[in-house]
């Protein structure tokens, strides 16, 4: 029972720390005030001032398109044979908002923190938006889904930004956010921001947006993202998404003077055939990039272009300086400049973007020398904790609590294990990010795997112990089996807590962004498979003890028994007690004949102190 206990306590502590760690890891990833964030904008100089090659940029983000989609569009196919027919990569991770971000500042995640869906502040780095107010110009927004505003916001006073938590609040529609998120010291980014949730919403304010006159327009649609989280990448509703965005592209753009205005199209990510997002498919990758109109060289292809590319390339067209904190370049090949004009760019972004990666160099540099110390210290921590566990499971083994019965471990043990890894590199696309077909949290989707895992680890210990009739001889098999299934569900938790401590400055790979996750839920799941299975042993125990038939049925026994001693010490052949005790842990139906009490639970203790 004891044993029972402190499992079950070691247990829990060692599920709520590792589901935590678990459910929070995405949050850990994001980085509200990355490097660059903290270093002036690197700008061009004002003289001379450089060529504006285009009056109006429309940029257009079609959420989620892959870029063999892209090629079944029949406008876009219009738009790539007038003007330019190239593509681009999504970066790392590929998701949303931290693709967004990369469009719009010219910053990939890895050094913009926002690094998955969840970021919770607002975007510091200088970005197209800033570039072209600075510029005298206005920047219009409309999108059908998705709050982009909210990424890019800025203080009133900028000597005291506001303390916001998480701007993300307001959607949860509590009373506190709502005040808040009136009164805040902050503002938009966009001149003209419109988020149009509703049925023709979209449309309306496309066209009313580009009937004015804001020289930069960001158009952002998500219906084929949409459609691809919902039924997968090669499905034909997904084909079906991407018409329905090309009719409405021909709708809202067809209208506009391409000798006046140049079209830039892209998407934030692809989408991986069964549906998803976030690691390093090729399909996940390799999104669309078409330029059409004003100030571009038709037919010219750009080789190795990124989505940080994006927007220093429209900040040329637009003859302003691109975002300070820019890690891209602009595709100058794409641009009708003069050789003059094309070389001072190419200059002018290696300087800045050396600088910028200079930047998050010196910061990864800084963080991995902090890594190394709590390293250093968190692997103190882990021997002197494995030594205890280690000495307690010893002690407790000794006094008998738990039992190690090697053909009951190989049946108990492994079975959480298999269906656990195996569901998740079977139905998880090999480790990956992009293993959540919905849009949600890695660990929501872990649950559900470790959940199937804990049912069969549950029926796997039954069948394990089946043939242990013994009630404590049960409890300490049971014992046993969570014992070594604890340890090594923690081992993997242990490392990852040492090896890989945050904050994480540099983003860890697609298959460590799933295995770090993956191993803190198994340990929560596979603690709650072991709670329920000691506490339904617990259980079963203690009702057999305070059973009153077993209770009157142990005293009958002990009575003969007492009878049998007090015959054979007469005799003078009282056999020594001890040996006769440690036997019993021996056989696989230990004492079954020497007290007679087994079947219903009496241990043999329990009978000579009834006695
Ligand atoms: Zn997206």
């Given at each position: 029972?004891?044993?029972?206990?402190?499992?079950?306590?070691?247990?829990?502590?060692?599920?709520?720390?590792?589901?935590?760690?678990?459910?929070?890891?995405?949050?850990?990833?994001?980085?509200?005030?990355?490097?660059?964030?903290?270093?002036?904008?690197a700008?061009?100089?004002?003289?001379?001032?450089?060529?504006?090659?285009?009056?109006?940029v429309?940029?257009?983000?079609?959420d989620?398109l892959?870029?063999?989609?892209?090629?079944?569009?029949?406008?876009?196919?219009?738009?790539?044979?007038?003007?330019?027919?190239?593509?681009?990569?999504?970066?790392?991770?590929?998701?949303?908002k931290?693709?967004y971000?990369?469009?719009?500042?010219?910053?990939?995640?890895?050094?913009?923190g926002?690094?998955?869906?969840?970021?919770?502040?607002?975007?510091?780095?200088?970005t197209?938006?800033?570039?072209?107010?600075?510029?005298?110009?206005?920047?219009g927004?409309?999108?059908?889904?998705?709050?982009?505003?909210r990424?890019?916001?800025?203080?009133?006073?900028?000597?005291?930004?506001p303390?916001?938590?998480?701007v993300?609040?307001?959607?949860?529609?509590?009373?506190?956010?709502?005040?808040?998120?009136?009164?805040?010291?902050?503002?938009?980014?966009?001149?003209?921001?419109?988020y149009t949730?509703?049925?023709?919403?979209?449309?309306?304010?496309?066209?009313?947006l580009?009937a004015?006159?804001?020289?930069?327009?960001?158009?952002?649609?998500?219906?084929?993202?949409?459609?691809?989280?919902?039924?997968?990448?090669d499905?034909?509703?997904?084909?079906?998404?991407?018409?329905?965005?090309?009719?409405?592209?021909?709708?809202?753009?067809s209208?506009?003077?391409?000798?006046?205005?140049?079209?830039?199209?892209?998407?934030?990510?692809?989408?991986?055939?069964?549906?998803?997002?976030?690691?390093?498919?090729p399909?996940?990758?390799?999104?669309?990039?078409?330029?059409?109109g004003?100030?571009?060289?038709?037919?010219?292809?750009?080789?190795?272009?990124?989505?940080?590319?994006?927007?220093?390339?429209?900040?040329?067209?637009?003859?302003?300086?691109?975002?300070?904190?820019?890690?891209?370049?602009?595709?100058?090949?794409?641009?009708?400049?003069?050789?003059?004009a094309?070389?001072?760019?190419?200059?002018?972004?290696?300087?800045?973007?050396?600088?910028?990666?200079?930047?998050?160099?010196?910061?990864?540099?800084?963080?991995r020398?902090?890594?190394?110390?709590?390293?250093?210290?968190?692997?103190?921590?882990?021997i002197?904790?494995t030594?205890?566990?280690?000495?307690?499971?010893?002690?407790?083994?000794?006094?008998?609590?738990?039992?190690?019965?090697?053909?009951s471990?190989?049946?108990?043990?492994?079975?959480?294990?298999?269906?656990?890894?195996t569901?998740?590199?079977?139905?998880?696309?090999?480790?990956?990010?992009?293993?959540?077909?919905?849009?949600?949290?890695?660990?929501?989707?872990?649950?559900k795997?470790?959940?199937?895992?804990?049912?069969?680890?549950?029926?796997?210990?039954?069948?394990?112990?089946?043939?242990?009739?013994?009630?404590?001889?049960?409890?300490?098999?049971?014992?046993?089996?969570?014992?070594?299934g604890?340890l090594?569900?923690?081992?993997?938790?242990a490392?990852?807590?040492t090896?890989?401590?945050?904050?994480?400055?540099?983003?860890?790979?697609?298959?460590?962004?799933?295995?770090?996750?993956?191993?803190?839920?198994?340990?929560?799941?596979?603690?709650?498979?072991?709670?329920?299975?000691?506490?339904v042993?617990?259980v079963?125990?203690?009702?057999?003890?305070?059973?009153?038939?077993?209770?009157?049925l142990?005293l009958?026994?002990?009575?003969?028994?007492?009878?049998?001693?007090?015959e054979?010490?007469?005799?003078?052949e009282?056999?020594?007690?001890?040996?006769?005790?440690?036997?019993?842990?021996d056989?696989?139906?230990p004492?079954?004949?020497a007290?007679?009490?087994?079947?219903?639970?009496?241990?043999?203790s329990?009978?000579?102190?009834?006695?």
């Amino acid at each position: 029972m004891v044993a029972a206990v402190l499992l079950l306590v070691a247990g829990g502590v060692a599920a709520v720390f590792a589901a935590r760690s678990g459910s929070e890891f995405m949050y850990d990833l994001e980085q509200t005030h990355p490097a660059l964030s903290r270093v002036a904008p690197a700008l061009d100089p004002t003289t001379p001032p450089p060529p504006r090659l285009s009056q109006r940029v429309v940029l257009v983000i079609v959420d989620g398109l892959r870029y063999d989609t892209s090629r079944e569009m029949p406008y876009l196919a219009e738009l790539r044979a007038g003007g330019i027919d190239t593509e681009a990569r999504s970066q790392y991770p590929t998701y949303s908002k931290p693709n967004y971000v990369n469009i719009l500042t010219g910053v990939p995640p890895m050094a913009s923190g926002v690094r998955t869906n969840r970021f919770p502040g607002y975007v510091v780095l200088d970005t197209l938006m800033d570039r072209a107010r600075a510029a005298g110009m206005r920047t219009g927004f409309v999108s059908d889904n998705d709050p982009m505003p909210r990424l890019f916001l800025r203080p009133r006073e900028p000597e005291r930004p506001p303390e916001i938590e998480d701007v993300n609040a307001i959607e949860e529609g509590t009373t506190e956010a709502a005040g808040e998120a009136l009164t805040a010291e902050l503002r938009g980014d966009f001149d003209d921001a419109r988020y149009t949730p509703w049925p023709g919403g979209f449309r309306d304010a496309a066209e009313e947006l580009l009937a004015g006159g804001d020289q930069l327009v960001i158009l952002h649609i998500a219906l084929v993202d949409v459609a691809g989280h919902a039924y997968g990448g090669d499905s034909d509703e997904y084909r079906a998404a991407a018409d329905t965005t090309d009719r409405v592209l021909r709708t809202v753009l067809s209208k506009l003077d391409l000798g006046h205005t140049t079209l830039v199209i892209t998407a934030d990510h692809g989408h991986t055939n069964r549906g998803g997002h976030g690691g390093l498919e090729p399909e996940v990758l390799r999104v669309p990039l078409i330029l059409a109109g004003q100030g571009i060289v038709p037919g010219a292809t750009a080789s190795g272009a990124l989505l940080q590319d994006i927007s220093p390339t429209v900040a040329r067209l637009l003859g302003f300086s691109p975002p300070g904190h820019a890690l891209g370049r602009a595709l100058v090949e794409l641009m009708a400049l003069d050789d003059e004009a094309r070389g001072r760019f190419v200059a002018l972004d290696t300087t800045r973007s050396a600088r910028n990666a200079a930047v998050v160099a010196a910061a990864i540099h800084r963080s991995r020398q902090a890594r190394l110390e709590k390293r250093a210290l968190r692997l103190g921590v882990l021997i002197a904790g494995t030594a205890l566990t280690l000495l307690v499971a010893a002690w407790l083994r000794r006094r008998g609590g738990i039992r190690l019965y090697w053909q009951s471990l190989a049946v108990g043990v492994p079975a959480f294990f298999f269906v656990y890894y195996t569901l998740l590199g079977t139905l998880g696309q090999r480790f990956s990010p992009s293993l959540l077909p919905a849009r949600g949290h890695i660990a929501t989707e872990l649950v559900k795997y470790g959940a199937a895992a804990t049912a069969v680890q549950i029926a796997a210990g039954w069948w394990a112990m089946r043939r242990k009739l013994e009630l404590p001889d049960r409890l300490a098999t049971a014992n046993g089996i969570a014992l070594v299934g604890l340890l090594i569900a923690l081992t993997p938790v242990a490392l990852v807590w040492t090896l890989f401590p945050g904050p994480y400055v540099e983003v860890p790979g697609p298959r460590l962004l799933v295995l770090i996750p993956a191993v803190q839920v198994s340990v929560a799941c596979y603690a709650v498979g072991v709670a329920l299975t000691l506490a339904v042993e617990v259980v079963v125990f203690f009702s057999r003890a305070v059973d009153p038939r077993v209770r009157a049925l142990r005293l009958e026994k002990a009575l003969a028994r007492a009878r049998v001693l007090a015959e054979l010490a007469e005799r003078g052949e009282l056999p020594k007690r001890r040996s006769r005790r440690r036997g019993r842990g021996d056989g696989a139906a230990p004492g079954a004949s020497a007290d007679g009490a087994s079947a219903d639970g009496a241990s043999s203790s329990g009978a000579s102190s009834s006695s």
